[in-house]
């Protein structure tokens, strides 16, 4: 294995589908480390890699990094020729990160206490970076349905890959609402020959799992 091919540490059934995805976009090869809950993921060899014990995480060369969004921005700029992500000094650099960043952050705080049945009382909103599951979605969907087509315009980009995996995981689960903005983005982005083959490899990992 050459030293300059990533590593991916994941499991097919958790959030490393989204980093996939990202991986099949670069298309670049890649090596997958298929971790086990509550086994190989807390193995102190892997715990090395993710305290956490979680997974996703991405080694390439000496670089760690874990999180979702973290792995996706990173390999959009170590991949640069890739065209993932606008230049640093595009005027859309800033639009890249507001949206990507949203939906790791509100978006998913939002989502996930919401299944959890914890409500911010209204009181109490200004304490909460989401403020409300109603004003984040809210927020999101004049996001998507501003979009031509991507969240950038024209160019697909990672922040593409983060927010629509958000919300197809969310619709397809009953955690974010079915509303025709996410539903039409979320549509075009499932054209993407990357994402059916992210969605094949993970499905033919779960398969041989049993």
Same mark, same amino acid.
């Given at each position: 294995?050459?030293?300059?091919?990533?590593?991916?540490?994941?499991?097919p059934?958790?959030?490393?589908? &989204?980093? #996939?995805?990202?991986?099949?976009?670069?298309?670049?090869?890649?090596?997958?480390?298929?971790?086990?809950?509550?086994?190989?993921?807390?193995?102190?060899?892997?715990?090395?890699?993710?305290?956490?014990?979680?997974?996703?995480?991405?080694?390439?060369?000496?670089?760690?990094?874990?999180?979702v969004?973290?792995?996706?921005?990173?390999?959009?700029?170590?991949?640069?020729?890739?065209?993932l992500?606008?230049?640093?000094?595009?005027?859309?650099?800033?639009?890249?990160? #507001?949206?990507? !960043? !949203?939906?790791?952050?509100? &978006?998913?705080?939002a989502?996930?206490?919401?299944? $959890?049945?914890?409500?911010?009382?209204?009181?109490?909103?200004?304490? &909460?970076?989401?403020?409300?599951?109603?004003?984040?979605?809210?927020?999101?969907?004049?996001?998507?349905?501003?979009r031509?087509?991507?969240? $950038?315009g024209?160019? %697909?980009?990672?922040?593409?890959?983060?927010?629509?995996?958000?919300?197809? !995981?969310?619709?397809? !689960?009953?955690?974010?609402?079915?509303?025709?903005? %996410?539903?039409?983005?979320?549509?075009?982005?499932?054209?993407?020959?990357?994402?059916?083959?992210?969605?094949?490899?993970?499905?033919?990992?779960?398969?041989?799992?049993?």
């Open positions: 294995m050459s030293m300059s091919e990533p590593v991916f540490y994941t499991h059934q958790s959030r490393g589908r &989204i980093v #996939r995805w990202m991986l099949e976009e670069v298309g670049v090869p890649y090596q997958t480390v298929l971790l086990e809950y509550g086994g190989t993921m807390k193995a102190p060899e892997y715990l090395k890699v993710n305290p956490m014990g979680k997974v996703p995480a991405l080694r390439h060369g000496e670089v760690v990094v874990t999180e969004a973290a792995i996706c921005a990173y390999l959009a700029d170590a991949f640069a020729s890739r065209r992500a606008p230049p640093c000094d595009s005027p859309l650099r800033g639009s890249y990160y #507001r949206w990507m !960043f !949203f939906a790791a952050g509100p &978006i998913e705080a989502v996930s206490n919401r299944a $959890l049945g914890f409500v911010v009382p209204p009181e109490r909103k200004g304490m &909460i970076g989401y403020g409300s599951y109603e004003e984040a979605l809210a927020a999101l969907e004049g996001a998507v349905g501003a031509a087509p991507y969240l $950038l024209q160019d %697909f980009s990672a922040a593409d890959v983060v927010v629509g995996s958000h919300l197809a !995981f969310g619709m397809r !689960f009953g955690t974010i609402d079915r509303r025709p903005a %996410f539903e039409d983005y979320c549509a075009l982005l499932d054209q993407r020959p990357a994402r059916r083959r992210a969605i094949e490899l993970d499905d033919a990992a779960m398969a041989a799992r049993g």
